[in-house]
């Protein structure tokens, strides 16, 4: 390890830390990097988490969809403000922290980018909020799912002729993520409504919603299918629920994967 080199421009919590740029102390060997990054950098509460690998540095301060999308972020950064609730369960379900539902009709506008950075900053606030008021962080108290990664898993587990012991691996992974999907405080379900499903999984998609609706637990949404026809390809019930909880922000503009600056 060098001595010299801090490493606050790869630690998510750096903006909230207060060892944080700190030579001697803020390195790859601090405890917290490596309950939130993992020992490698690839691992901890991140990795618990689901978040793809390339999104694992990502947050609010970092983003580059920031740029071209000022509205939306000065929207989202007053939405994360919002995190401060998160230690107050008694709250009434009105003042709760909202849902959001992010989407746009072009592809590769920087929804799932910023999601994840919300999702990182829900993060960051959860563990250093918790060592504040002298409480155990949760080791998964955000969870990223994308709709193609679980139906994959669907079709894996359910798909005919498939080895039996590939679809009972992928049948123990598929439910795992539908409780974690269910049961986790802030959720990231990416790509709602991309591919057609079949009528047993859009069955477990509505029970994840439902019960998240239910229990008043906030998940951000992205899509290409507006807010208001999302019912259509679902429970016009469940979206009716989902729609009064949910905040829509539209992204605008042409595609930007690819781009680099
Ligand atoms: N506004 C932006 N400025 C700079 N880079 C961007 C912007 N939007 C997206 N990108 C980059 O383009 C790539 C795709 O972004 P992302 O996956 O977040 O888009 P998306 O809206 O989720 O796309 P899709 O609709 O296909 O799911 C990423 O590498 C991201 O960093
Ligand atoms: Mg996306």
Known sequence: MDSNKTNEQNC????????????????????HWITIHGATGEGGRLFAANIPRQYIHTTLSNSAVEESQPEVYAIIKK?????????????????????LYLYSN???????????SIANEYLKYHYVGSIKRGLKPKRRPVYFMGMNELQTLYSEATRPNVPKEIAERASSRYYENLEAMKDVDFLVFDDIGLRSSTEAFTSDIHHVINHRNTTVK?????????LQD????????????TRDMCLEIAFSGESKRGFRR
């Open 12 to 31: 998510i919590i750096s903006t909230l830390c207060t060892i944080s740029g700190v030579k001697g102390k803020c390195h790859e060997l601090c405890p």
């Open 79 to 99: 939405y994360v403000e919002s995190f401060q609730k998160m230690f107050d369960p008694t709250l009434p379900e009105k003042d709760r922290i909202k849902s």
């Open 106 to 116: 072009t592809t590769g506008t920087g929804k799932t980018t910023t999601a994840i």
């Open 218 to 226: 906030p998940t951000i949404y992205t899509s290409n299918i507006p």
């Open 230 to 241: 999302i019912g259509s390809m679902y429970s016009k019930q469940i979206w009716d629920r």
